[in-house]
């Protein structure tokens, strides 16, 4: 029986990795793809990903650093010819080179600017890179220069590996096989008949080869065979190749192949894709598989007995295995809860609740986090601390009437009785004489409040059975609460009694915050924000930002605020606004998790987190000012989710000149390419299946993208 193990560590350091002007600072290794591994020998192993991620280990991944690359590009592919030599490739042309294993790493110009896939040394010196358009580059330096090798053909390039110095194989759309035995000056087609996207390639010997790949959907008129990854097999050298089997239902696609001899293969891709054969490839046995997450690459030791392995995948996924993927372990250091809202009381110090009683703290600016021992296992959905003078008391709200309290700064957590069993939403404190008020929200229109510094609660009539998701004081009297269906409640006398304001909107509100007694925003369900001047006595419809929800909003100051949301589906989203709400322009790095929480210390400094224990922070307001006007510059694509078409707009000040749009799949294999005639135009979807699709923009000097979901 396959087990699976977590390895859970909750005093964790920085994740020193970057991605544009946010640093995750949680978990590790950090929640977004990772696309490429390799282990030159047992104990030294890299693995890449996206913004630019580099990982290392030097003792047989027991632990594992990040190291700076110099590129917050996605790095698609990595190899180490030796431990103390290597490369990795990704988007754009990016090529990054070591020769000091990795402590330092420089940016190589090969002339270049499309995604460049695989990666393969033959030795120290000689080594091969593939990529879209039919590109492969060659070095004989150890990847100081790189030179264009002919291939003859235009397609995308997957994966390419070599058998020995001169016999080398790439692999690629439309069943492409390519091989070379002059070391890569003359390619010959040795493709079979197929349509197959073909993905990896891996020669465990140099008679003995297979390759892996999955049909395309958008070239089918009609629904595709049930049967969807095929694996291919060659014993004469490459010469021929035959399809050896067809595995997996519809939307199922097997990415990457892997064999340790030349019975023993491993091949896996999207979720509960995992196979391995112990005779040749003759049968395929279905592994239970040790993640719910997608495997996009895997690497095993060529050593001893051939157990050892390592994968890597969506989200974050990096496991081990030492029994030839009898059972794996998961390499996670850090929490990975849901995390649900964030308190700043000082530049510091940091508080962030979540699911299962999880409460995070740090006291250096993020540097360090520490799993707080709160005592319960109940969702916590918010938290809140109040620092004046000798004060330094905090509070946690959560499932089932949970309150929780503090007054050591965390080191333990106090239950207050609530007089209530419904789920509390949020919960919020506001001065009030030597002591301080406090109101929590909740569900069926409860709540809650304290005029004692929280030790007893009692209910208020709030007029509504809405659940209440999010409450606001700007000041010591006036308060604001958000909840389903549109609701907003005002109190003008520190919450003894509240009042209903129209909102204008029937959608669920999520968050509400004022960063003034006047001025307020509310964010709700498929990006609503609703923003009043006044007080709340009326709310308009600002704008609404394309995504399933915007969860959290926040204001350090007037005019510049922040907002986050997402769905688990097309992912996160972080945008700001420096003209008090008229434009929001995103901030958040590509392929970011879905974000629920926000909190700033000042208009520069802040932490946003979410699913999967994601932690991010900024300290420059989340994006430089030129990042800021290259991302005035956006997509825009309606409907959403997108039907058999969609219309995508272009900003007018893009020159359109030589300029094409593509449609990629998660893996960035483009599907559809056409070229951007006009600012608004449409694309014709029908030929795609349901899932999530990347849509780019390709300029001279501009490059755009966006996900859209495909119903």
Request: net charge negative.
């Amino acid at each position: 029986m396959k087990k699976t193990i977590i390895l859970l560590i909750v005093f964790i350091s920085s994740v020193n990795i970057q991605a544009q002007n946010w640093l995750c600072v949680n978990p590790f290794p950090p929640v977004w793809n990772l696309t490429g591994v390799h282990f030159p020998d047992a104990s030294h192993g890299f693995v890449v990903g996206d913004f630019g991620t580099i990982l290392s280990t030097t003792d047989g991944g027991a632990n594992w650093t990040s190291q700076s690359s110099g590129t917050d590009k996605m790095l698609k592919a990595v190899y180490f010819p030796t431990v103390q030599s290597g490369c990795a490739v990704g988007l754009d042309g990016v090529i990054v080179k070591t020769e000091n294993g990795g402590s330092d790493w420089i940016t190589v110009n090969a002339g270049v600017n499309s995604q460049l896939t695989s990666v393969f040394f033959t030795d120290a010196a000689t080594g091969y890179i593939a990529g879209y358009y039919g590109i492969i580059l060659k070095t004989t330096d150890g990847g100081s220069n790189w030179t264009a090798m002919n291939t003859g053909v235009t397609k995308t390039l997957s994966s390419i590996c070599f058998t020995n110095a001169n016999t080398g194989f790439v692999v690629g759309m439309d069943g492409t096989i390519l091989k070379t035995t002059d070391a890569g000056l003359h390619w010959s087609s040795k493709s079979p008949e197929s349509d197959v996207e073909l993905t990896s390639v891996c020669f465990p010997d140099q008679t003995t080869g297979y390759a892996v790949g999955h049909i395309k959907y958008y070239k089918n008129s009609r629904a595709p065979d049930a049967d969807t990854s095929y694996i291919y097999k060659t014993t004469d050298e490459g010469e021929t190749w035959v399809l050896q089997k067809k595995i997996g239902p519809v939307n199922f696609d097997l990415l990457c192949i892997y064999f340790t001899d030349s019975n023993t293969g491993y091949s896996a891709g999207t979720t509960d894709s995992f196979f391995k054969t112990t005779d040749g490839g003759n049968t395929w046995i279905k592994q239970p598989y040790a993640t719910d997450l997608w495997i996009n690459s895997f690497f095993f030791i060529r050593q001893g007995l051939n157990q050892t392995g390592y994968a890597v995948g969506s989200d974050g996924l990096l496991m081990k295995t030492t029994d030839g993927a009898t059972s794996w372990t998961h390499i996670v250091t850090g929490a990975i809860n849901y995390l649900t809202c964030i308190s700043s009381p000082t530049l510091e110090t940091t508080y962030i609740s979540g699911d299962g009683g999880a409460i995070l703290k740090t006291a250096n600016g993020g540097a360090d986090w520490q799993m707080l021992n709160t005592g319960t296992k109940h969702w916590l959905s918010s938290v809140c601390f109040y620092v004046k003078g000798s004060i330094n008391d905090g509070f946690a709200v959560g499932d089932s009437g949970t309150i929780i309290k503090t007054t050591d700064q965390g080191l333990t957590w106090q239950k207050i009785y609530s007089e209530t069993t419904e789920n509390l939403m949020a919960v919020t404190c506001m001065p009030y004489g030597p002591k301080y008020r406090g109101i929590a929200v909740g569900t069926k229109g409860t709540i809650l409040r304290t005029i004692d510094s929280g030790v007893l609660w009692y209910p208020v009539v709030s007029g509504t059975s809405m659940n209440l998701n999010s409450v606001s004081f700007p000041d010591s009297l006036n308060g604001y609460i958000v909840g389903d269906s549109g609701t907003i409640l005002k109190s003008s006398d520190a919450g003894i009694s509240w009042t209903s304001q129209s909102s204008g909107t029937s959608k669920n509100l999520f968050s509400v915050h004022f960063p003034d007694p006047l001025t307020g925003y509310a964010t709700g369900v498929n990006g609503i924000i609703l923003k009043t001047t006044n007080g709340g006595t009326t709310w308009e419809h600002a704008i609404t930002i394309p995504c399933g929800r915007l969860s959290s909003i926040y204001f350090p100051e007037p005019n510049t605020g922040y907002v986050v949301g997402g769905d688990y589906v097309t992912g996160g989203i972080i945008a700001k606004t420096t003209d008090g709400g008229v434009n929001w322009v995103n901030v958040n790095p590509p392929n970011v998790t879905m974000m629920v929480a926000v909190c700033f210390s000042n208009v520069t400094t802040g932490f946003v987190a979410g699913f999967g224990g994601a932690i991010m922070k900024t300290e420059n307001g989340g994006t430089y000012l030129s990042d800021l006007l290259k991302n005035e510059h956006r997509l825009i694509v309606y409907p959403v989710p997108a039907g058999d078409h969609i219309t995508l707009c272009l900003p007018e000040s893009i020159s359109l000149k030589n300029t094409s749009i593509i449609v990629c799949d998660m893996q960035g294999c483009t599907l559809l390419e056409q070229p951007a005639l006009s600012h608004s135009m449409n694309i014709n979807l029908s030929g795609l299946s349901s899932g999530v699709f990347i849509i780019r923009f390709k300029g001279c000097n501009e490059i755009l993208t966006t996900k859209i979901i495909r119903q």
